[in-house]
């Protein structure tokens, strides 16, 4: 046996990094023999009981984040002597530079790390990339990484059907000889590609959207068509895997109501995530046509599909005061060339989205769908991107990395026709969307929560090009002149570039 | 005691309608004398315990809505003799042509009465009409039914502080010597003037959205600072009296996040409801700023103040998707002439709103604030209309009653650049807002769900003038020639009379 930092296997154990703890045990690869393991651990007066899972043959294995450095005792429980009662000490240190702990909300509709750095996804989805060959992967987690995307979503179960070419060759279960999935025999080697997949996001800094379930099947696979009890078997398995890795987020479904199952169905999926997941990582599902209620308690963020709500501005926020949640867009059709209307957007219309998901404080993510010679889409297989939204998107991330303070939030909601985000009396951004105008009359709205504008506040203009990537700072200061019920002007008037999309960012000093 | 006609004392009691029990028990005036008072009505399987109520000296009553025809028995029970055990039997006719029946949630996103006729409202709103003095009462009533109004929001507590001239006679409680007020001393006319208003509107046909709590109290009167507990007796009062009249509409108050409660004592307020009001009457809550979660399970529509939902296309649909409920826009902002922004539109403005919440599928209310010569305004006093929307909006009303269905939904939700809605293959209403195309090419959208056009349906065009309230019949028909994926076709083309607000309704023939 032996515990061991699982990314570093050379470097110590980290806060909010993976300790793994490997173990002989009785052969399991019949489900008959297979023992059952779990571990407590233990320091102060902190109690976390972590699921072990078993690895392929005789060999089991627990992984435990410690959510605190300092010193930690464990011991594990299992109905196999050999695996029973092995007990043991470490230190876990501090964490290293990279690693911010796991995203948890913020500030109601926004994301931070643990430590308190603050998350603003700007995500990608390549539903299938897992299932690809292995050149493949790495090529895709180079494009995510390279793009400046710090989330990916994806599925665990490969996708059969519509743009799919290529059949995996592996599998998460074994199956029977009558073709059905037996969920009691997982593939070792299967998982162990869906945590390389998680690892190397971890590595990157991106943030792994992993989706449970899915309805893309096609009547190929059947992996769709497993019962509940199936399922559970399922996720008791993959979260003993990952949940130790603080990337994770857990996204039940894409498009959970195609798979027309009961509400309630999911309902209970969400509640085994709340038992079973001993660090709470971030959960939600994902629609087609009907939402699922994001107000119930476990979900933690609305993952939605609609690009319309950000076809146009005002609309997207509505989300935000029905579920006081992030809201996470994680599809708002995507850059590419389908004959489907979802798949249809050029480069310019989706950056353009982007930038109004960002102005009704919300959050979208991106996808690719581009035929290419197989018939298939990036935003299935992966690999490099063709489209012109990818870098433009790397740069609005970094516009949001510069945001000092939670996230932007809309400043007077149902009232700002400028749709004016930030945080009052300190960041304003407000984007000029379709609109070209040559210059801007200095005026930023009063909101009626938070600190009010004051006349003699000082501001600094900066104006960013949201499509050709530049930022020109301090373009214009301002003092605000005249601060009325509900907006504050000043005498100032900054000539704006020619153009479509063009941002203001306005940055109080003093 | 008398067992009587509550609306018409010389006619049979019908199903729907109210029957009051009269009764005589010891002086109530002081609270330690008072005795309580239920009753069980039974008719066939059905037994529904029933609240009574003490209506001033030594006289009680209680009240029940029939909700089948058929042979009655009722028995009272109480902690006074004289009130204990009093039985009868009734018949309760079928209900008089005018008596559809209480109005319920129908198909979701819609409303119908107890009889299946379709309910569409078109709201106003009068917050303290009923504490005016009588003639002005009397005006508002006919001045709402005249305009075609078929819903009225208003307060049962009397309003204070701004736009708020007159102190009403009555208040809803005696006081105490120091001022407070005791909830265990009702005041019967008080109580007896809300009812008389239910009851002129449930003649009118009107709906009565009975606003029980709020802050509009401007440190006046005080009534916005009872206990919980208070709260709570008033409440159980005012059902006994009013849940048996059909048209109540519960609204636990306006702009509720003014008052500065733990939401969970919402909650609570709601749980009451569900347990003092034998009719399970619609229940809901108005926010200011703050939405409720309308997918609480007591909630049966959302009523929502936001006039940035229905100044675009398109974001009032969004709370559809997130409530799956009727969606009751009751405060859109006012046509008026205040210096606050609330207040300020135009007729043609908040007509366009109410045009705008149809084609998203929901429903909106009226509200007029002109500065009277007293600095108050119609949607504080009532009275005669001043505006030029009201006419209108009883035109809205006349086409929604013409819709053949349960109401109107989005065609093809989050795709539809045109903001059809209707009845797939049946009906459907586009409004062209302030576009004014010279000329229309028949086409329609093709929705996800519901029955799907085919090639050779046959459809009629009306074009309706929304401003003018004209509505040119049967001006084109068209058979659909080409039927794509997501729309369909037919090579005629519909001149359109000059001007905005022009809507088209277009349905089957063949």
Redesign the interface.
């Known amino acids: 046996m032996t515990l061991r930092n699982d990314l570093h296997p050379d470097a110590p154990i980290e806060r909010w990094g993976v300790a793994e703890l490997e173990l002989d045990g009785p052969d399991g690869t019949e489900p008959t023999t297979r023992a059952h393991l779990s571990a407590v651990f233990e320091s102060g007066a902190t109690r976390i009981e972590v699921p072990g899972f078993w690895d392929g043959a005789n060999r089991y294995a627990v992984r435990f984040s410690p959510p605190e450095a300092g010193t930690w005792s464990y011991r594990t429980a299992s109905d196999a002597a050999e695996l029973d009662g092995i007990a043991g000490v470490f230190d876990a240190v501090g964490p290293s530079a990279d690693n911010h702990g796991p995203v948890q909300v913020a500030a109601m509709y926004h994301f931070a790390h643990a430590d308190g750095t603050p998350y603003r996804p700007v995500g990608a989805t390549v539903y299938n990339w897992i299932h690809q060959p292995d050149a493949l992967v790495a090529q895709t987690l180079d494009a995510v990484a390279d793009a400046g995307f710090d989330k990916l979503r994806f599925l665990v179960f490969p996708q059969g059907g519509a743009h799919v070419e290529y059949v995996p060759p592996r599998f998460p279960f074994a199956r029977r000889d009558d073709g059905s999935w037996d969920v009691e025999r997982p593939d070792p080697e299967f998982f162990r590609a869906v945590e390389s997949a998680v690892r190397g996001l971890l590595e990157r800094g991106i943030e792994a959207d992993v989706i449970l379930y899915h309805p893309y099947d096609g009547g190929q696979f059947g992996l769709d068509r497993l019962s509940e009890d199936e399922d559970a078997v399922y996720l008791d398995h993959l979260v003993a895997r990952l949940a130790a890795y603080r990337n994770v987020w857990w996204s039940l479904a894409n498009e959970y109501d195609q798979l027309e199952r009961p509400e309630e169905r999911w309902d209970r999926v969400f509640q085994q995530l709340v038992r079973i997941d001993p660090y709470g990582r971030l959960r939600s599902i994902h629609n087609w046509?009907?939402?699922y209620?994001?107000?119930?308690p476990w979900v933690t963020h609305a993952s939605i599909q609609?690009?319309?709500?950000v076809?146009?501005?005002?609309?997207?926020l509505?989300?935000r005061?029905?579920?006081?949640k992030p809201i996470m867009l994680d599809e708002i059709q995507y850059e590419g060339n389908t004959a489907e209307?979802w798949g249809d957007l050029t480069a310019r219309q989706l950056v353009h989205r982007f930038w109004l998901a960002t102005c009704d404080g919300t959050y979208a993510s991106h996808g690719e769908s581009f035929l290419d010679e197989n018939g298939s889409l990036h935003i299935v297989v992966g690999g490099a991107f063709r489209g012109e939204s990818p870098g433009r998107l790397g740069f609005l991330r970094r516009i949001l990395d510069e945001v000092d303070g939670a996230g932007l939030d809309p400043i007077d909601?149902?009232?700002d026709e400028t749709s004016t985000v930030g945080i009052p009396r300190r960041h304003y951004l407000r984007y000029l969307g379709t609109s070209a105008p040559a210059s801007w009359d200095a005026e930023l709205p009063q909101g009626?929560?938070g600190e009010r504008l004051e006349v003699g506040d000082r501001f600094a203009v900066d104006v960013i090009d949201t499509w050709n990537m530049t930022v020109a700072e301090n373009v214009a200061e301002f003092a605000l002149a005249e601060v009325h019920r509900?907006f504050a002007t000043a005498p100032v008037t900054v000539p704006l570039p020619e153009g479509e999309a063009i941002a203001l960012r306005i940055r109080r000093i003093g």
């Open positions: 046509i009907r939402l209620d994001y107000n119930k609609n690009g319309w709500a076809a146009e501005r005002g609309r997207a509505i989300y005061d029905a579920y006081r209307r909601k149902w009232w009626v929560v509900n």
